[in-house]
């Protein structure tokens, strides 16, 4: 019995997912949580859409004594019989501030490759992204932390 539930509903999702992509907005305010090795950060993002294709999106986030400003180029493109879904690569620029207490302050600059997904709920102004985000710092002792991740959840609107 348990299986055949299973089943359906597996069914059920995969025929109700699989509709055309139709449900495109305009702009997302919503919360961004970055993530990976090193510290966590949290805080307001908005999402701009120029086109169908071409979005931009900004951030504030925050950690203890750190503050992370930045601001993307994507690419967007819907993921053919996967209704809501679509697939994304950008690249943007990074500062990142941090306050060592007695030992001053830090200022970082980066670039931030993206490339990730995002789901646009049909009938909720709700979207989720989930991407790959590695850091490459390119000021002071330059390194590469492929390491780093960012989910979002947004409210959408035109």
């Known amino acids: ?30 919360l961004g949580i970055d993530l990976g090795d090193g510290r966590t950060l949290v805080g307001p ?16 986030l925050f950690a203890d004594n750190h503050v992370l400003l930045g601001a993307d180029y994507s690419y967007n493109q819907a993921i053919s019989g996967a ?11 990074q500062l990142s501030f941090i306050d060592q207490g007695p030992f001053g302050n830090k200022t970082y600059f980066a670039i931030r490759p993206a490339l990730g997904l995002e ?30 991740f960012s989910i979002g959840f947004k409210y959408t609107f035109n």
């Open 45 to 60: 993002q908005l999402k701009h859409f120029f086109n169908s294709k071409d979005a931009a999106n900004v951030q504030v």
């Open 83 to 93: 209704r809501g879904l679509n697939w994304y690569i950008g690249v943007g620029p």
């Open 119 to 148: 789901y646009k709920v049909p009938s909720a102004p709700l979207a989720f992204h989930f991407d790959w985000k590695p850091w490459w710092n390119l000021t002071d002792e330059s390194d590469f932390e492929p390491s780093r």
């Open 1 to 30: 019995m348990r299986n055949r539930f299973l089943s359906l509903l597996t069914v059920f999702l995969f025929v109700f997912l699989a509709q055309e992509s139709k449900a495109q907005y305009r702009n997302a305010l919503g």
